[in-house]
């Protein structure tokens, strides 16, 4: 039999892996993640190397309040992971519309896919924070020069007669927590100002940096021991209305060490469901950091919030320890990306997303001002570039060298599957799951391919959107009663997405990391597979 007759599939050894036509090595940057060492690997790095199809890294999207359904629709198929809300002013009503917008959206854009699109949900939690006042005479902003004396005051007399000589702030410490020489910022560093005297309930600043002065500006008064309930009442609203929608996420600011964050838990009654996804934005979260990560779900950096409060040349610094420390937990960490053109990237915001990628973020929170298909696009692409630039060779010896010894047996599996897929160039890896925890340790270990994950439960592969190189698929079809069939199907459905999405071709290797019996209780069994040339599973299952 001719082994290329059309009708025959080719067997594994007869297809020639990473090379073009003209016999041309374009491979993933393959030689470049394997190096023997780290200047071999950077010396290795091929201009010429084809991205991956498929983008590991996960996108927090910001939606715009303002956002069409076209627009949002948009960003789905461009694959954001997670929609996150946020509203000024923590306004209920707009919230909900907002949420009720993106579920029908979502329903909408599954039954165009012939898939059920597992997008997780993000609300924000602001935390504490301190504000001004309304200006007087119902004035939208007031202009203060560079060198204008201001005063600062919590006397509520003053609440709704804010001017350019006094200031209120809704902080009744305010004169005991400043001292002469203290920064003050306004609106997020828009305004800087200078205390130069502190007289009871007054503070006499000078402004440093001019700016426009907005009413209900947000106040941040670095490295300052701020007395403020993490959660307050408006906050505790926001955590209800999370709960009782059935969020996935909710993203907290303003925390400073890990009772903040049990705090929270408590407060919202033990839902495992709601997961937790800390903001790093103050000094005293980064003194905290370890502890705040073992009590987190997840952690995002905001690097343009700790400008503020740390010096901007010690930011890089605390943004490459704060990613290593979260990749050696297994916990997912999403850095902020601070983009400034709607329409393209700049050089540097470009080194800035693909540094990132390359510490070892899980993801990218992309702000809602900038929250494009322009701008999402091109970060999608930076990212299918980037991901391959990895040294895949210290960065996996290194992660399992820290896992402590003896340990579970599913964390010997998970390994042993990285690392195979890792000797093979696995298109892919499989993984059947039903809590999301098998799937969450082989992202820890960071595989170099896409790692699709079929479960029954669309809240678990919602949850696991924040997880590098995860494509969760809800599978849909009840269970047959034959347990064999049905792992079979499950692993053919898992394939057949993998053509149908590009990642997986005819003749690659897969691996696929199952149970062996439904009595198993926890997967216990790897294998290596090849994709065949057929998919027997286009008509017959639903997903």
Same mark, same amino acid.
């Given at each position: ?276 996804? @800390?903001?790093?934005?103050? *000094?005293?979260?980064? %003194?905290?950091? +370890?502890? /705040? =990560? #073992?009590?987190? &779900? !997840?952690?995002? $950096? ?40 709607? @329409?393209?990237?700049?050089? *540097?915001?470009?080194? %800035?997303?693909? +540094?990132? /990628? =390359? #510490?070892?973020? &899980? !993801?990218?929170? $992309? ?177």
């Amino acid at each position: 039999m001719d082994p290329y007759n059309p009708d025959c599939p080719k067997l594994p050894w007869m297809v020639e892996f990473f090379k073009s036509e003209d016999g041309e090595v374009l491979n993933n940057q393959l030689e470049a993640a394997f190096a023997s060492t780290a200047l071999s690997h950077l010396s290795s790095l091929s201009m010429k190397s084809k991205a991956s199809v498929f983008r590991a890294s996960q996108l927090v999207c910001t939606l715009p309040l303002n956002a069409t359904c076209h627009t949002i629709e948009e960003l789905m198929s461009l694959g954001m992971s997670v929609a996150r809300i946020t509203v000024p002013g923590n306004q209920k009503d707009k919230i909900l519309e907002m949420i009720a917008k993106v579920r029908v959206l979502t329903e909408r854009f599954s039954k165009k896919i012939g898939r059920i699109y597992p997008l997780a949900l993000a609300i924000d939690v602001r935390g504490p924070e301190i504000r001004i006042g309304k200006l007087e005479k119902n004035r939208d902003s007031l202009y203060l020069p560079k060198g204008k004396l201001t005063a600062l005051t919590s006397d509520e007399a003053y609440e709704e007669f804010v001017n350019e000589d006094m200031i209120f702030v809704d902080y009744q410490k305010l004169s005991e927590i400043i001292q002469p020489g203290d920064k003050v910022l306004i609106d997020y560093g828009a305004l800087h100002l200078s205390a130069i005297e502190v007289a009871e309930s007054i503070v006499k600043c000078i402004v440093e940096k001019a700016g426009t002065l907005i009413g209900r500006s947000s106040v941040i008064i670095p490295n300052a021991p701020v007395d403020l309930p993490v959660i307050s009442s408006e906050d505790m609203d926001i955590l209800k209305l999370a709960i009782d929608n059935h969020i996935d996420y909710i993203v907290v600011s303003g925390i400073y060490s890990k009772e903040n964050i049990s705090d929270i838990k408590r407060l919202v009654g033990g839902v495992d469901t709601l997961q937790i996804l @800390t903001k790093i934005e103050n *000094s005293m979260a980064v %003194d905290n950091i +370890n502890e /705040i =990560i #073992d009590e987190s &779900d !997840g952690v995002c $950096i905001d690097c343009e919030r700790l400008l503020f409060d740390i010096p901007k040349e010690k930011v890089f610094l605390v943004q490459k320890s704060i990613l290593a420390k979260c990749n050696l937990k297994g916990i997912p960490v999403i850095c902020s990306t601070n983009i400034a053109d709607v @329409t393209t990237l700049s050089k *540097s915001e470009v080194c %800035d997303i693909a +540094n990132c /990628i =390359i #510490d070892g973020a &899980d !993801g990218l929170l $992309i702000n809602q001002s900038v929250c494009t298909k322009e701008i999402v696009k091109e970060v999608s692409v930076i990212c299918k570039e980037a991901e391959p630039a990895v040294y895949q060779r210290q960065i996996f010896n290194e992660l399992i060298y820290n896992i402590p010894t003896p340990n579970e047996s599913i964390y010997s599996l998970c390994i042993s599957a990285v690392e195979a897929s890792l000797k093979t160039s696995a298109a892919a890896i499989i993984c059947l799951t039903t809590s999301g925890r098998t799937a969450k340790l082989i992202s820890r270990f960071k595989p170099r391919c896409p790692l699709i994950v079929i479960t029954r439960y669309p809240r678990v592969a919602r949850l696991l959107r924040l997880y590098k190189s995860i494509d969760p698929i809800i599978y849909l079809k009840a269970f047959s009663g034959n347990y064999d069939h049905d792992l079979e199907d499950r692993v053919q459905l898992g394939i057949t997405y993998g053509k149908l999405m590009g990642y997986i071709k005819m003749g690659d290797s897969l691996v696929t990391v199952t149970g062996s019996r439904p009595e198993a209780g926890i997967p216990n069994s790897m294998k290596i597979l090849y994709a065949s040339d057929y998919d027997t599973l286009l008509n017959k299952i639903r997903y």
